[in-house]
């Protein structure tokens, strides 16, 4: 090593040596807890409160691993200061929309690998309110794509766990933990949000759910209570998270929970499928579900956590669940914080479909407003399928002569012949549309319509 000369290198060196001792000094003692309060590498003023001083007020300084709570909601507040550095990428993603975030109540029924990561990070992301319902208790078998269980909470109620577990990470979070099971006879009060003081449109249900019947009585009752519900389809048996989509559970392919679903909905319940959000996988199942052993067959019934439900074990990719769950978090999370987006449709359209209805676009554009060719190429045309569907009779893109892109906004000022101000609809809707406008459409419809293009103008297109 080449010797050091001169009076200033000498000195640069030393200043070096002592920097590297002080910051070794400050992390040793950090790791002991003894650290000023108000310390924080230079970032924060003198009277600003440090995060470890107020963890520790609420959580102990050495155990993370607080006892299970079993006592109501608790609020535990965050010194202004700290709560806005918590959540200031969510704030500055979401803008105006972050406190509507923070107002808002989701309710995840099913705490397993889905449910778990969901609520984990809808509370990361800033939702206050959050009532989690499961009966069950955490397994050792279910660790491989739980959220935030641990082996020390096996035998623990999902619930129960998952309140404690996120209280260490959002402390003044304000869970409702409910060891529950879903019946028909409970929803009043599992569904109940007056004491919450929010409005049904500010309020989610994620379902969760792996029983086929109680999923279905879920989904009913909170579309008899106007409550929005997204809702989870199979994530075992699966592993590409490519195939993974949200769509109208009538829109669903290649997921037998949803065929079995949808039958199950229109039997018990008289519920249209074309009414039901659901998160979904459109991969064919990599594997089946393990036989059952010989004691099993003799007598199901005996083996099952509770009567009537599946008792055959489902090999799981622990990632799938979690990528399920992070979805619906963040639709939800998307849908309240005024940032919606639109999902591309399952079915891709053949490059032969797109030529043909952009010929028929150029050509009603020509004979209704004498306008030249849109400058619109074939490519963007799946972003402006609408999802397949006409959004006024609900009728799917089956074939070439079913729908046609058309414009909405036909006034002279208007944005013209652009993809956020087409529409697809119906060749008699869009036929009626040319002759009497936008009247001919329902309030619903048109709300509806210029929602979703108003999402798309957000695109800058």
């Known amino acids: 090593m080449p010797a050091v000369h001169g009076a200033g290198e000498r ?4 200043a070096g040596g002592a920097l590297v001792f002080a910051l070794v000094q400050l992390l040793q003692a950090r790791s002991k807890g003894d650290a000023p309060a108000n310390e924080d590498l230079g970032t924060r003023g003198p009277h600003v409160t440090h995060p470890r001083t107020f963890l520790e007020k609420f959580l102990g300084a050495n155990d ?7 006592t109501p909601t608790v609020s535990r507040e965050i010194p202004p200061e700290l709560e806005e550095e918590l959540f200031s990428r969510n704030r500055f993603f979401f803008e105006g929309g972050f406190d509507a975030i923070r107002g808002a109540l989701v309710i995840v029924v099913g ?12 509370v990361r992301s800033g939702v206050k309110r959050l009532r989690v319902i ?17 082996w020390t909470d096996v035998g623990l109620p999902k619930a129960l766990v998952l309140k404690d577990r996120l209280h260490a990470i959002i402390p003044n979070a304000e869970i409702d933990a409910r060891v529950d099971m879903f019946r028909k006879e409970d929803a009043d009060s599992l569904l109940d949000i007056s004491d919450a003081g929010v409005l049904p449109e ?12 109680t999923k279905a009585e879920l989904i009913a009752q909170c579309s008899k209570k106007g409550l929005r519900v997204l809702s989870s389809m199979g994530a075992g048996l699966k592993s590409d998270p490519t195939r993974l989509h949200i769509a109208k559970l009538a829109d669903c392919c290649k997921d037998r929970l949803a065929m079995r679903l949808r039958a199950q909905l229109k039997k018990a319940h008289s519920l249209d499928p074309d009414t039901v959000e659901c998160v979904y996988s459109s991969e064919e199942q990599v594997t089946e579900m393990l036989p059952l052993s010989n004691e099993q067959e003799k007598n199901p019934g005996d083996f099952g956590v509770v009567d009537n439900f599946r008792v055959r074990v489902l090999p799981v990719l622990g990632t799938t669940p979690a990528i399920f769950g992070q979805t619906m978090a963040c639709w939800v999370l998307c849908e309240i914080g005024r940032k919606p987006f639109s999902p591309l449709v399952v079915c891709h359209m053949s490059s032969k479909l797109r030529h043909k209805m952009l010929q028929r676009l150029r050509s009603r554009e020509k004979r209704v407003h004498g306008a030249d060719w849109p400058d619109i190429d074939e490519p963007i045309l799946e972003y402006i399928m609408w999802r397949g569907r006409c959004p006024v009779t ?15 906004d036909r006034s002279e000022d208007g944005p013209g012949c652009v993809p956020s101000n087409l529409v697809l609809l119906a060749v008699d ?7 009497d406008g936008a009247g001919c459409v329902s309030a619903a419809a048109r709300e509806k319509i210029e929602a979703t293009l108003a999402s798309q103008r957000a695109l800058d297109w």
Do not use: P
């Open 11 to 14: 000195l640069a060196l030393f």
């Open 64 to 70: 993370r691993t607080s006892s299970i709570e079993v």
């Open 111 to 122: 705490l397993g690998g889905v449910g778990s990561h969901a609520a984990h990070m809808l």
């Open 134 to 150: 499961d009966f069950d208790q955490v397994s050792l078998s279910s660790l491989n794509r739980h959220a935030v269980a641990t």
């Open 202 to 213: 500010a309020c989610f249900v994620l379902d969760c759910i792996d029983d086929l019947a």
């Open 394 to 408: 609900g009728r799917r893109a089956l074939g070439s002569n079913v729908l046609e892109l058309s414009r909405w």
């Open 429 to 435: 809707v869009a036929n009626k549309l040319d002759k």
